[in-house]
């Protein structure tokens, strides 16, 4: 009897995160009135002090922006995030978690490879834990966990700077420890390599 109790309330649940039809269409009109100046119409992102949303799960980007705008987590997008309902937020996270996430071209595979080791073996003499543990082997993350694979290196490297200085003021307890470790050198590349990873 619990059991199926369980099951009911899961089920519910379910169909209460799932994004209707009606609320992508509703997240597309918000993306081109709000958001795709700087993130893109298919999250791909105008620049790369922007972070790429294609492809990133919808869960992180949930909290994220829920984080947002509360204020938790400060900056550009306290603003933005200031008027949106929890359905607009679940909509727009669908939204973006359905384009196809895209990758760089690396140039410097040398420099890449530093950030390769950096990414899998994590650093044993300076105590920096492998970011393949909790990332993912190919950087694509959970639910949880953002996805890292085809994000721009600038915008890596900038949240990497924002975790050590606790300017990423939201959850930053992990990466902070993580961060405040990395060298410049390991930091920047680990940044390039990740941008290539598909
Ligand atoms: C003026 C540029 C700008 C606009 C417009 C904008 N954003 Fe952002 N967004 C940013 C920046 C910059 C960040 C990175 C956080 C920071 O450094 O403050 C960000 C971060 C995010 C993140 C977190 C990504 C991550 O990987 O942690 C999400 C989700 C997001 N934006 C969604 C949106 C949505 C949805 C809209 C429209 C309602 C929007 N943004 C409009 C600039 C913008
Ligand atoms: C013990 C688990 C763990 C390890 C190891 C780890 N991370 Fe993270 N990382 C996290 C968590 C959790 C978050 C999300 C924090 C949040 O929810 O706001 C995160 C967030 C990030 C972000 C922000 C992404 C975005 O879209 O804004 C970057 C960049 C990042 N990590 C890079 C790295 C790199 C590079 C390494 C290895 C040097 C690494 N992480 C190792 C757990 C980890």
């Known amino acids: 009897m619990n059991k199926m109790i369980a099951c009911l309330i899961f089920a519910s649940s379910l169909v209460a995160i799932e994004a209707t039809a009606a609320d992508l269409t509703r997240a597309r009109e918000i993306v081109e009135e709000k958001c795709h100046l700087c993130h ?7 620049s ?14 949930v ?13 550009t997008m306290n603003a933005l ?40 073996q994590g650093n044993k003499f300076s105590g920096v834990a492998a970011c393949a543990s909790c990332h993912g082997e190919g950087g694509v993350g959970t639910q949880t966990l953002p996805r890292l694979a085809g994000q721009h290196k600038r915008y890596v490297s900038a949240q990497l700077e924002d975790f050590n ?5 939201n959850d930053n307890a992990i990466m902070h420890s993580i961060a405040s470790k990395l060298t410049e050198l ?13």
């Open 40 to 46: 893109g119409t298919d999250g791909e992102a105008s």
């Open 48 to 61: 790369v002090i922007y972070p790429r949303l294609a492809g990133q799960h919808k869960e992180y980007m």
């Open 63 to 75: 909290k994220q922006l829920t984080n947002f705008r509360s204020g938790e987590r400060r900056g």
């Open 81 to 120: 995030a200031a008027d949106l309902t929890d359905d607009e937020i679940t909509a727009l996270a669908e939204y973006f978690n359905q384009k196809p996430a895209l990758k760089h071209r690396i140039h410097d595979e040398e420099f890449a490879a530093v950030g390769k080791y950096i990414f899998h």
């Open 165 to 169: 200085s606790r300017k990423r003021t």
């Open 186 to 198: 390991e930091r920047e590349s680990v940044a390039l390599y990740v941008s290539g990873l598909e």
